[in-house]
């Protein structure tokens, strides 16, 4: 069955550096979406994407955070300057279309760790 | 944000006893819910779900309800199997506003052998 894989698993970065998290969402999929779960809490909702552009995102995805599409297969988070508090899983998932409803097919995360 | 809540961070079954995890919601606005299982180190992985207009669903040992006075819905694992041991998270969705997931906090049940 095809996945969204994401790389990297873990990443470890110093506080106020750049991260990219990358994604390949499944091929023929065209919705694509962040959420992260802080340790202990719960999965929360980033951003969506869709056409290349924005569609949705949440009180979280401030200036710090920008998505992009940069080629026909991968899907990247960017965080510009990382805080402490961004230390959490960040999970990519993807769907088919926007019609009918589908499960939401998630990756299995990448473990960002701020020090 | 406590749209979507499930009271109980843990339950612990034996295996072939039935397992039952609630969640409570309080956005009459949501009109589709699912149950997704989440194993450490994985992404979660989803389970089952429901629309509003029904009040059951089943899945083979996997069955969901649906009580839209109450809101509140109930996910049943039968028999239940140490396979289950995870992490059971509840999420809903306002399906025509597109696919932003709002997530409970999560239930870790454990089955024994």
């Known amino acids: 069955e095809p996945e969204v894989t994401q790389t990297p698993s873990h990443q470890v970065t110093q506080m106020g550096q750049e991260v990219i998290l990358r994604c390949v969402p499944i091929?023929?999929?065209?919705?694509f979406y962040w959420y992260r779960q802080i340790l202990g809490q719960k999965v929360e909702f980033l951003v969506s994407f869709y056409n290349n552009e924005i569609s949705e995102k949440s009180e979280i995805f401030d200036d710090q955070f920008s998505v992009e599409r940069p080629d026909g297969s991968n899907f990247t988070l960017k965080i510009r300057s990382t805080k402490l508090e961004d230390s959490a899983m960040y999970f990519c998932?993807?769907?088919?279309?926007?019609?009918?409803?589908?499960?939401?097919?998630f990756g299995n995360g990448t473990r960002l760790t701020v020090t | 944000d406590q749209q979507v809540k499930q009271n109980s961070p843990s339950l612990s079954v034996q295996e072939g006893r039935i397992s039952i995890l609630n969640c409570d919601y309080t956005n009459s606005m949501f009109d589709y819910f699912l149950w997704y299982k989440k194993y450490p180190a994985e992404g979660p992985t989803f389970l089952i779900s429901?629309?509003?207009?029904?009040d059951k669903n089943e899945d083979g040992r996997f069955t969901v309800f649906l009580n839209k006075s109450a809101k509140h819905l109930s996910l049943h694992i039968v028999p239940s199997q140490p396979g289950d041991s995870a992490v059971y998270f509840c999420?809903?969705?306002?399906?025509?506003?597109?696919?932003?997931?709002?997530f409970g906090e999560g239930t870790q049940l454990t089955v024994n052998p």
């Open positions: 091929s023929n999929h065209l919705y």
């Open positions: 999420a809903a969705i306002r399906e025509t506003s597109g696919s932003r997931l709002t």
């Open positions: 429901i629309s509003s207009i029904k």
């Open positions: 998932a993807s769907l088919p279309n926007g019609g009918t409803y589908s499960p939401l097919h």
